[in-house]
C-alpha cells in the first residue's frame, strides 16, 4: 500500500501542503521502505475542479492513503470511491506524517474537514514568501484553516464567520485536536515565510 503525501517540495523532508487540490508535489511513499516517487500536481492552478482531478490523479497512482491537512467534500468523494483513505491534519514534514500514520496517530477521516472551494484562488506557495504583497491573507485565513469559512482576503481576525455543520458536529475533543493542527498549520507557514523572507533579503 502506498500513502500519498501533499508537500511543498519533491522530497521526504519537505513540508507538508495543507491544501490537498492545490498543493505543489505530493510525495508518494511506501511506509515499508520509505522509498519515494515525487509527482508534482498539474492542477494546482486550475481554474476549477481542482480536488477531483487531483483526487483522480492520485488515485490513479494505486494510493490506498493520503495524508495531507485538509481535504473537501468533492476531492473527499472522489477519493472514497476509488478506496483510497483520507487523513487529515498532517502537519511537519512528510516523512514524520508517514512516521505518525504507521505508528497509528493518525486517523481516517470519515467526512471531508472544510467546505467545497476552501482552496479557490490561492497560489502555489501561498502565503510562503511568493506572492506577498497580495497572498498573505488569503494564505493565513483559506490555505490553513479548518474549516471556518473564512473569504478571500480574510485573515484570522475577530467576527471571524462560525465553523460549518460538519465541523460543529464533532465533539469537544477532537475540536480541539483540530484547533491544534491549525495552530500548527499556522506556525509552520509563518516559518516558511520568514524563510523565503530570509532568501529574498539574501539574493538583493
Known sequence: MKIAVSANGPSLDAEIDPRFGRCQYFVIVDPQTMEFEALENSSAMAAGGAGISTAQMIA??????????????NA????????????TGAVGRVRDAVEAYKAGKLQANVQPSVEAHFGVGATPGMGMGRGMGRGMGRGMGRGMGMGMGIPPGV???PGMPPMPEQAQAVSREQEIEMLKNQVQML??????TQRRIGEMEEEK
Open 60 to 73: 490513479n497512482k494505486g494510493v490506498g492513503v493520503v495524508l495531507t491537512g485538509n481535504c473537501g467534500p
Open 76 to 87: 473527499y468523494q472522489t477519493l472514497s470511491a476509488a478506496g483510497v483513505q483520507v487523513t
Open 155 to 157: 485573515g484570522m481576525s
Open 187 to 192: 506556525l509552520q507557514q509563518l516559518r516558511e
